[in-house]
C-alpha cells in the first residue's frame, strides 16, 4: 500500500518537472503493487536523509536530458522502473555497486556510463 507520504512525494516530483506523469502514474503503481523488486536498494533507514540524483547529458551538447532527484525512500520502486529504460546502459556490476553505496551510506558520484550509441552521459549521485 501507498503511504500518503509517498504519494505527496511522488505528486510533487511530477509538479516540480522531475518526472513525467506517466513516469509518476508507473512509480504509483508500482508502490502499490508491492511485487518483490529485481534488485534490492536499501537506505540506511526511513528517517535518511540521503537522496540519489540520476542525471543523463548529452555528450556532443551538454545539454541535460534528464536530472531526476529521487528520495531514498522512494529509491526501490524509482531505480526498477528506470531499469526499464537503463537496459544496456547501466550493467549489473554497477547495479550491484549501487546497491552497495546505498547500503553502506555512501555519497558522491557512484556510476558514470559514457553511451557513445546514443551519445549520452550518464552519472548517478548519492546526495
Given at each position: 500500500m501507498v503511504t500518503s507520504e509517498e504519494r505527496m512525494k511522488v505528486l510533487q516530483m511530477i509538479e516540480e518537472?522531475?518526472?513525467s506523469v506517466e513516469?509518476?502514474?508507473k512509480l504509483l503503481a508500482t508502490l502499490k503493487e508491492k511485487t518483490v523488486p529485481r534488485r534490492k536498494f536499501r537506505s540506511s533507514g526511513p528517517g535518511d536523509p540521503r537522496s540519489l540524483r540520476?542525471?543523463?547529458n548529452d555528450s556532443i551538447s551538454g545539454k541535460i536530458k534528464v536530472n531526476?532527484?529521487?528520495p531514498m525512500a522512494l529509491v526501490d520502486a524509482g531505480l526498477?522502473?528506470?531499469s526499464n529504460f537503463a537496459d544496456g546502459i547501466i550493467s549489473s556490476d554497477q547495479g550491484e555497486q549501487l546497491a552497495a553505496a546505498i547500503r553502506e551510506g555512501r555519497t558522491g558520484k557512484i556510476i558514470e556510463v559514457l553511451d557513445s550509441e546514443d551519445g549520452e552521459h550518464v552519472e548517478v549521485f548519492i546526495e
Open positions: 518537472g522531475k518526472i513516469d509518476g502514474e540520476v542525471r543523463v531526476v532527484v529521487l526498477n522502473i528506470a
